[in-house]
C-alpha cells in the first residue's frame, strides 16, 4: 500500500494488497442455447471485489453485465444458460464445483443480491414481515416471534418510518424507494459478505435514487462487505464506485479507479460514453454519439468487437482481438488497477 | 376510447378554424397556449351502479407557452403528471378543464373535420419503441399510415417514395420499408416512430421520453437527429423527460411539474443555474453527476419522504410535506406560478416564474 | 450527422442479424401471411397435426369412394365378424362394416367440429368484440349474460335444446355453439382490452384514425390470434362433445355412421369384441390431437414476439 503512487484518498487502494479478495471471477464464460444458435453472453470476464470495496459493472443491454451476476449467484437460467468455462472464487473457493445444496446454503448468509423491479422481486402474497422473517427462520432456525423482532429491526435499520406498524403490510402498499428498501434489507438479513446490485436505482424517481444509494453505501460501509453494482448510469457509479469495469459484448474492455476512469479513459469505448453525456458547454452543439448499433451476440464481429462503432479502428482491430493488457504510464511506470482491452490503448490515454 | 366529442359542436366554425391553422407563425411568437389545464380522473366504486369516490388529479391546473421554433423541456418525476399533459395536448385524453390554444384557437373543444385538420399539425413521439409500432404493419404501412388518413398531404402513387424519403431522412435505409417491426432495434425503432411523426409535415411535435427507452450510446443519435430535424422542418418540441441533462441539452425554455402542478418555468439557464423554487434546487441536486471530483464540492439537498398521492394531494402548497422551508401559510395558501415578489423588475435571472412563496436563489450545479 | 445515421442503418444490416430475415441478403418483401406459415411449418408438432386434420378432412371429403361398403348396410349373414378379410376392422351387431362407418363418421365429426365452432366463435367474436370495445355498463351486460351460458352444464343445456329440436345434426351443432361461444368472447374481450390501451393504438389516434380503421387495421390484427389459435383447439373438444352426446343417445339419430354411436354400440360387447369401440376410440383420440396440435402450433406461429 504504501509503494502506492496514487494518492491515499482514492477509494479503490483502500483494500490491503495481499489481503484476499471476496470474490474473484476468472475466465468467466456463459453461453445460451437459442433456436438461432449460441448467444455467448459473456466471454472471459475477470474481476475481483474486496471487502468494504464497490465494484462498479457498466455496460449496456445485452454487454453481459447482469448475466455474469447471475452466474456469481448461481441463479443462471439453465438451460439455456450455462457456465462454459472459468472459476469463480468466493473466498478463495470455487463454488462453480460446489455441489448446488452447498451453494444455497451461500446465497443468503454469504451473498445476496438486489434486484432493480423490487415489485417482482418481492412475493406478492406474504406480508413483507413475513419475507423478511423468512430469512432467519430458514437459514438460522428462528423461532416466528424472533424472526418478527428481527424484521422489524431490519426496516428501521433501513429507515422504512414506522417500522413495528408496517411490519404485516404487503409489498404493493409501499411506494417504490420503500420497496427498494426492504430489498436492501432482505438482502442485509444476514449480514452477507458480498452483496450484488442489478440497477439498484434504474426504476426509481430521481430525488429517491439519491436516498436509496446514499443507505445502500452507509450500510456497506457499515458492515464492511463487498458491493458490485451494475449499472448503465455513469453518474450513478461516479458518486459511489471505488473502480469500475466497464463490459463491452461479453468482455471488460477496460478496469480502472473511478477518478482515473473518468480523468482519462484508456478504451475508445468508456471514451464515447463519457463523450456522448450532454455537457454544459456544447449546449446548442450536436452530442457526440457512438455509431452504429450495439453488436449482435450470435454473430459478434471478428477481432474487437467495438471495431465496427469505433472512430479509430485499424486493420488489426478488425481481425485480431485484443487482449486485457496493464496500462501505464508514458514513462513506463504502472498504473495500479488499470487495464485496457485496446490495441490502441497508449495513444487512447497518452493522446 | 372514442374521440372527444363536444356537445358544442355545432358552435365550432370549422372553416374558421381551418382558415386559422392555415395562418403562419412567426419564429419566437407563441405557437400554443396552455391555459389552466385540469385533468382529473374519478374514482369510482361498485361494478354495476359506479359511484365517485374521488379522483386523481393528475393535472391540477397547469398553464404555458410554446414559442414557435424552440424547445420547452417538461421535467418531472413519475405521477407528476407530465405525461398526461401530453395526451391532453394530443387530445386524447378530455381535459377537465382549461383551454389549449393552438395558433389562437381553442382545440380542446374541436370534433370532427376542424380536429382532424388540427392533428395533421400537432404530432408525438412516443416512450417506448417496442409498444408504439404495430406488430403486425410492415414499416412501409406505419410510415404510409398517415397519408391513408390524410389522403390530401400526398397522392397515392406517391405514398411510396414519400415512406422511402421519410426513412432516409431519419437516417433508416429506403430499402427496409417491408420489414416488421421486430426486425429492428431500439434505436431504429424509435426513428421509424419518429419518421411517422414527421409524415404530416406537423408545426409542432410532443416527445413524451423519446430516449428513456433506449441504450446510452444510441440516445445520443437520437437526440441529434431531433435536434438536426428541429432546423430541417422548422419544428417546435414540446420535450418531456426526467432525465435532467438531456432536457437541459435540447431545451431553450424549462418547466419543472411537481403533482399536477407546474413549479418553476423558465429558460434554461434561469432554471439550471439560477432556481429558485425548492422542489427544482432538490432534484437538480440530487442527480448524479457523472464525474466523480464534483461530488465532493457539491451540495446534495436530499428529500425525505415520497411524493404523495396525487388522489389526495396535501394542502396550500403540495410540495410542502418534503419541504426543509414549509411554514404555516404552505398549508394554508396555494403558491401562485409568477414572477416572486422580491425578484420583480429585478434584472437577475433570478426573475422567472416560480411557485414558492419563499422562493430565492441557490447555487446547485457546480460549473463544468 | 447523415453519415454518422448511414452508417448506423448499415451497422444494422450487418450486426442486428438476430432475426432470421435480417441474415437474407436481399430485400424482399415477407409477407405476415409468409412468415406465420414459415414459422409454423417450422413446429414439427403442428405439422404432424396439420397432417392428422388434413386426413381427417380427406376423409369426410371422399367418404363414398375410400369406404368399401355402405356404412348403412347390414349383411345380417355375417354380424360381430373380427377384423380382417373381407371386413378390414370388423362388422357390428348388425353385420355393418366398421371401417366404413369410421370413414364416414369423420363427416360428421368435422360437420359438426367446425360447424359449431363457427358459430361460436360468430356469437363469441361479435360479443366479445362490443364487450372490449365499447366497455362500461354494455360490457358488463354481456359478460354477465356469457357468464350465465357458461355456468350452465353442457349436457344437460343440449338434452334440453334437443328435447325441444328433437334429434339430429343441427340440435347438436346449435347446442355445442350456444355453450362454448362465451369462452370465445372473454378471450377476445381480454385480448381487446390490452391491445386497445396499446401505444400503437393511441398513435393512430393522434393521426387522426376514425374507429373503424382503428379496429380494422390496429385491433382486431392484434388481438384475434388468440382466438383463432383457441378455434382450432377447441373444433377437437367439440368433436369429444358431439360423440359423448351421441354415446348418451342425445346426440345424432342412432342409426347414423357416428363415432360416438360406435362406441355406444360397442359398450354391449366390452371385454368380448373389444374391436367394437377400440377403433373409434383411435379415431376421436388422433382426431382431438390433432386439432390441439393444430393449435398450439397456430398460436405460437402468429405470435410476433415469438421468433
Known amino acids: 500500500m504504501t509503494t502506492s503512487h496514487v494518492t491515499a484518498d482514492v477509494p479503490a487502494q483502500r483494500g490491503t494488497d495481499g489481503e484476499t479478495p471476496v470474490l474473484e471471477v476468472r475466465d468467466l464464460h456463459v453461453e445460451f442455447k437459442t433456436r438461432e444458435g449460441i448467444v455467448k453472453a459473456v466471454n472471459g470476464v475477470n474481476y475481483s471485489v474486496k471487502a468494504g470495496e464497490t465494484l462498479a459493472v457498466l455496460g449496456e443491454s445485452g454487454s453481459g453485465k447482469s448475466v455474469t451476476a447471475q452466474a456469481i449467484m448461481g441463479i443462471l437460467d439453465s438451460p439455456p444458460g450455462r457456465v462454459a468455462k472459468g472459476e469463480i472464487l468466493f473466498k478463495g473457493q470455487d463454488i462453480l464445483q460446489l455441489p448446488e445444496a452447498e451453494r444455497r446454503k451461500l446465497r443468503g448468509p454469504k451473498m445476496a443480491m438486489i434486484f432493480q423491479d423490487a415489485l417482482s422481486a418481492l412475493n406478492p402474497v406474504f406480508s413483507v414481515g413475513n419475507q423478511l422473517g423468512e430469512m432467519f427462520r430458514v437459514h438460522q432456525g428462528m423461532s416466528k416471534k424472533d424472526a418478527k423482532a428481527k424484521a422489524i429491526e431490519l426496516m428501521d435499520r433501513v429507515k422504512i418510518p414506522a417500522a413495528r406498524s408496517r411490519v404485516g403490510d404487503y409489498p404493493h402498499q409501499f411506494s417504490g424507494g420503500m420497496r427498494q428498501r426492504i430489498m436492501i434489507a432482505m438482502a442485509l438479513a444476514l449480514e452477507p459478505d458480498l452483496i450484488i446490485a442489478d440497477e439498484p436505482t434504474t426504476a426509481l424517481d430521481v430525488t429517491v435514487q439519491a436516498q436509496v444509494m446514499d443507505l445502500l453505501a452507509e450500510l456497506q460501509a457499515e458492515y464492511h462487505m463487498g458491493l458490485i453494482l451494475i449499472t448503465h448510469d455513469l453518474g450513478v457509479v461516479a458518486d459511489v464506485a471505488d473502480k469500475i469495469a466497464v463490459m463491452y459484448a461479453g468482455r471488460i474492455v477496460e478496469q480502472a479507479p473511478v477518478h482515473e476512469l473518468y480523468k482519462r479513459p484508456a478504451h475508445p469505448y468508456t471514451r464515447g460514453l463519457l463523450d456522448s453525456i450532454p455537457r454544459l458547454d456544447q449546449k446548442g452543439q450536436e452530442l457526440y454519439a457512438i455509431k452504429g448499433l450495439p453488436p449482435n451476440l450470435l454473430k459478434p464481429p471478428t477481432g474487437c468487437a467495438f471495431s465496427p462503432r469505433c472512430p479509430k479502428a485499424q486493420d488489426i482491430c478488425r481481425t485480431e482481438l485484443p487482449p486485457l493488457v496493464p496500462v501505464s504510464e508514458q514513462d513506463g511506470t504502472e498504473l495500479v488497477g488499470r487495464v485496457s482491452a485496446c490495441h490502441f490503448w497508449k495513444e487512447q490515454i497518452h493522446g | ?368 | 450527422m447523415t453519415e454518422l445515421t448511414k452508417s448506423d442503418a448499415g451497422a444494422g444490416t450487418a450486426q442486428t442479424a438476430a432475426v432470421p430475415a435480417e441474415a437474407e441478403p436481399a430485400i424482399k418483401r415477407i409477407t405476415q401471411w409468409g412468415e406465420i406459415r414459415h414459422r409454423f411449418m417450422a413446429n414439427r408438432l403442428a405439422v404432424v397435426g396439420l397432417i392428422i386434420v388434413g386426413l381427417l378432412l380427406f376423409a369426410a371429403a371422399f367418404a363414398p369412394l375410400l369406404a368399401p361398403y355402405d356404412p348403412l348396410h347390414q349383411d345380417l349373414a355375417n354380424t360381430l365378424a373380427s377384423p380382417g378379410g373381407e371386413h378390414l376392422l370388423g362388422t357390428d351387431a348388425l353385420g355393418r362394416d366398421q371401417l366404413s362407418r369410421i370413414i364416414y363418421g369423420a363427416r360428421i365429426a368435422v360437420i359438426i367440429g367446425l360447424a359449431s365452432i363457427f358459430l361460436a366463435c360468430l356469437i363469441g367474436v361479435v360479443i366479445g368484440a362490443l364487450a372490449g370495445y365499447f366497455g362500461k355498463a354494455i360490457d358488463s351486460v354481456l359478460m354477465r349474460v356469457a357468464d350465465v351460458f357458461f355456468a350452465f352444464p353442457l349436457l344437460i343445456g343440449a338434452i334440453v335444446i334437443i328435447i325441444v329440436m328433437g334429434r339430429g345434426v343441427a340440435p347438436v351443432v346449435i347446442s355445442l355453439a350456444v355453450f362454448s361461444w362465451p369462452t370465445v368472447s372473454r378471450l377476445l374481450r381480454s385480448s381487446i382490452l390490452s391491445v386497445r390501451e396499446a401505444d400503437y393504438v393511441l398513435a393512430a389516434r393522434a393521426l387522426g384514425a376514425g374507429t373503424t380503421r382503428i379496429i380494422v387495421r390496429h385491433i382486431i390484427p392484434n388481438s384475434i390470434a388468440a382466438v383463432m389459435a383457441y378455434a382450432a383447439f377447441s373444433v377437437g373438444s367439440a368433436i369429444v362433445a358431439e360423440a359423448a352426446l351421441s354415446f348418451l343417445g342425445v346426440g345424432v339419430s342412432p342409426e347414423v355412421a357416428e363415432w360416438g354411436n360406435m362406441l355406444s354400440a360397442g359398450r354391449d360387447f366390452l371385454g368380448v369384441k373389444d374391436y367394437l369401440w377400440v377403433y373409434p376410440s383411435i379415431a376421436i383420440v388422433l382426431t382431438v390431437l390433432g386439432f390441439v396440435f393444430v393449435g398450439d402450433g397456430l398460436r405460437d406461429a402468429l405470435d410476433p414476439k415469438l421468433r
Open chain 2, 1 to 368: 376510447m372514442a374521440e372527444p366529442i363536444k356537445k358544442d359542436e355545432a358552435a365550432v366554425d370549422v372553416t374558421a378554424v381551418e382558415a386559422a391553422i392555415e395562418r403562419k407563425v412567426d419564429r419566437g411568437e407563441p405557437i400554443l397556449q396552455v391555459r389552466n389545464l385540469v385533468k382529473h380522473f374519478p374514482l369510482t366504486q361498485g361494478i354495476l351502479f359506479k359511484k365517485q369516490v374521488g379522483a386523481v388529479k393528475a393535472v391540477d391546473g397547469v398553464s404555458f407557452d410554446l414559442h414557435q421554433g424552440e424547445t420547452l423541456g417538461i421535467v418531472g418525476e413519475s405521477g407528476c403528471g407530465k405525461s398526461t399533459v401530453a395526451k391532453l395536448l394530443m387530445l386524447l385524453e378530455t381535459a377537465t378543464a382549461g383551454e389549449v390554444f393552438y395558433k389562437g384557437q381553442d382545440i380542446t373543444k374541436l370534433s370532427g373535420r376542424a380536429l382532424k385538420a388540427v392533428r395533421r399539425n400537432i404530432q408525438m413521439v412516443f416512450q417506448d419503441p417496442y409498444t408504439s409500432l404495430n406488430p403486425r404493419m410492415t414499416v412501409g404501412d406505419i410510415i404510409g399510415e398517415p397519408f391513408d388518413i390524410h389522403p390530401e398531404v400526398a397522392p397515392k402513387g406517391d405514398r411510396r417514395r414519400k415512406v422511402q424519403e421519410l426513412l432516409d431522412v431519419v437516417g433508416l435505409n429506403p430499402e427496409y420499408i417491408n420489414r416488421y417491426p421486430h426486425q429492428f432495434s431500439g434505436g431504429q425503432r424509435q426513428r421509424i416512430g419518429i419518421a411517422r411523426g414527421l409524415a404530416l409535415n406537423p408545426e409542432i411535435i410532443i416527445c413524451d421520453e423519446p430516449v428513456s427507452a433506449l441504450d446510452v450510446s444510441v440516445q445520443a443519435q437520437v437526440i441529434n437527429l431531433m435536434g438536426k430535424l428541429q432546423d430541417e422542418f422548422n419544428l417546435s418540441y414540446i420535450f418531456i423527460a426526467h432525465d435532467l441533462s438531456i432536457v437541459r441539452h435540447i431545451s431553450d425554455r424549462v418547466g419543472v411539474m411537481y403533482l399536477g402542478k407546474m413549479a418553476e418555468i423558465g429558460t434554461d439557464e434561469q432554471i439550471y443555474e439560477h432556481p429558485t423554487h425548492p422542489y427544482t434546487q432538490a432534484l437538480l441536486s440530487a442527480v448524479p453527476v457523472p464525474d466523480p471530483e464534483a461530488r465532493a464540492n457539491r451540495e446534495r439537498i436530499i428529500l425525505t419522504g415520497d411524493v404523495p398521492s396525487p388522489a389526495n394531494p396535501p394542502s396550500g402548497c403540495s410540495f410542502r410535506t418534503r419541504c426543509w422551508k414549509a411554514q404555516e401559510k404552505c398549508s394554508q395558501e396555494a403558491p401562485v406560478l409568477a414572477v416572486p415578489e422580491r425578484f420583480k423588475g429585478q434584472d437577475t435571472p433570478a426573475a422567472h416564474s416560480s411557485a414558492c412563496h419563499f422562493a430565492e436563489e441557490k447555487q446547485i450545479v457546480p460549473v463544468h
